[in-house]
């Protein structure tokens, strides 16, 4: 492969964080309907997507790509904060646990309206889900300290990922 074409600086905002995020159990889906390097649409063997509801600017979406031995690696990560440790808060980060047993895959929106698919590409397809790297947390020391729980999935795979123009089914 080449340089195929070229990139111009656009002349729009560029917001940061991610907005919404929906995930599922990898055994979901069956594939997803490329054109031209964006996904259009995604295609289910049962269930849906469940969507992740977080504290308001502490998610992110990260992707770090390296190369070595003349191979490309990259590593997608999903960060994000669920307030308030409770029963209901537990059960969810349970369920994010076993869901790691075999992974998931997980749309992510960031701030300018993209939805970026991690835990499924063209390459790997359902091979190199995303898992829990690691979860922490915490009732906190004082009155104003944080009561809640951040969670990190990632996932490596050998190409970046791409965008999701379709309708998340839920």
Same mark, same amino acid.
């Given at each position: 492969?080449?340089?195929?074409?070229?990139?111009?600086?656009?002349?729009?905002?560029?917001?940061?964080?991610?907005?919404?995020?929906?995930?599922? +159990?990898?055994?979901?889906? +069956?594939?997803?309907?490329?054109?031209?390097?964006?996904?259009?649409?995604?295609?289910?063997?049962?269930?849906?997507?469940? !969507? /992740?509801?977080?504290? $308001?600017?502490?998610?992110? /979406? !990260?992707?770090?790509?390296?190369? &070595?031995? /003349?191979?490309?690696?990259?590593?997608?990560?999903?960060?994000?904060?669920?307030?308030?440790?409770?029963?209901?808060?537990?059960?969810?980060? $349970?369920?994010?646990?076993?869901?790691?047993?075999?992974?998931?895959?997980?749309?992510? $929106?960031?701030?300018?309206?993209? !939805?970026?698919?991690?835990?499924?590409? &063209? &390459? $790997?397809?359902?091979?190199?889900?995303?898992?829990?790297?690691?979860?922490?947390?915490?009732?906190?020391?004082?009155?104003? +300290?944080?009561?809640?729980?951040?969670?990190?999935?990632?996932?490596? +795979?050998? &190409? !970046?990922?791409?965008?999701?123009t379709g309708t998340v089914p839920v």
């Amino acid at each position: 492969m080449a340089i195929s074409s070229a990139f111009a600086l656009p002349c729009e905002n560029s917001t940061g964080g991610v907005v919404n995020i929906w995930l599922t +159990d990898k055994s979901n889906i +069956d594939n997803f309907t490329l054109v031209g390097s964006e996904y259009t649409a995604v295609t289910m063997l049962s269930s849906s997507f469940f !969507k /992740y509801e977080f504290e $308001q600017d502490t998610s992110e /979406y !990260k992707e770090t790509v390296s190369r &070595e031995n /003349y191979s490309t690696v990259v590593n997608h990560e999903l960060e994000f904060y669920l307030t308030k440790m409770n029963t209901t808060q537990r059960d969810a980060l $349970q369920d994010l646990i076993d869901s790691s047993v075999c992974g998931m895959v997980a749309i992510c $929106q960031d701030a300018n309206g993209n !939805k970026w698919v991690a835990g499924y590409s &063209e &390459e $790997q397809l359902l091979a190199r889900p995303l898992k829990v790297q690691s979860m922490e947390g915490t009732t906190g020391k004082a009155f104003t +300290d944080g009561n809640g729980s951040s969670v990190m999935l990632a996932s490596s +795979d050998t &190409e !970046k990922a791409r965008v999701f123009t379709g309708t998340v089914p839920v």
